[in-house]
């Protein structure tokens, strides 16, 4: 797998953001027509004022927010694909879960997209019960309703 030199800096600088929570830094870095698809979110976020929507909901979530790369599993001509971990402390608001206070450690899948040298977008996977639980959240599955044939 080789992933070339420009794309490598771009990405770990876009990382380095995230963690910084440096949003000039971010978008800098990203296409004009960028967007984040987080998987457990119903529509993706487009463009630069979504994308920055995403990230300030993140980081008001978890003001402490820091990711990582953990290795590099695929790369070609249009995108890279990583394994991350992300962690922070639960402060505020996040994907409908009131704060908690507890830290969390959460696994993630990243494709990194790219239009010639710049990000164009991510689209982000993570397990969502792994926050609940970690934060102790109670989830509350509604009971079947019977049919009216009956």
Not at 12 to 40: P, R, W, Y
Not at 55 to 69: E, I, L, Q, S
Request: hydrophobic letters at 40%; proline letters at 4%; one cysteine or more.
């Amino acid at each position: 797998m080789r992933i070339p030199k420009k794309r490598l800096a771009v990405l770990q600088e876009h990382i380095k953001a995230e963690s910084t929570h440096d949003m000039n830094s971010l978008l800098d870095g990203m296409t004009s027509d960028c967007f984040n698809d987080v998987a457990c979110v119903p529509k993706p976020f487009v463009g630069p004022k979504k994308v920055a929507e995403r990230y300030r909901k993140h980081w008001a979530g978890f003001p402490d927010f820091k990711v990582r790369v953990k290795r590099f599993l695929a790369a070609d001509e249009k995108c890279i694909v990583t394994e991350n971990e992300w962690s922070g402390t639960h402060q505020g608001a996040y994907l409908g879960l009131r704060a908690s206070g507890k830290r969390v450690r959460v696994r993630a899948l990243v494709v990194w997209h790219f239009k010639g040298n710049k990000l164009w977008g991510e689209t982000v996977f993570f397990d969502l019960g792994s926050i609940q639980k970690q934060i102790g959240a109670k989830v509350v599955v509604p009971a079947a309703r019977r049919s009216r044939s009956d």
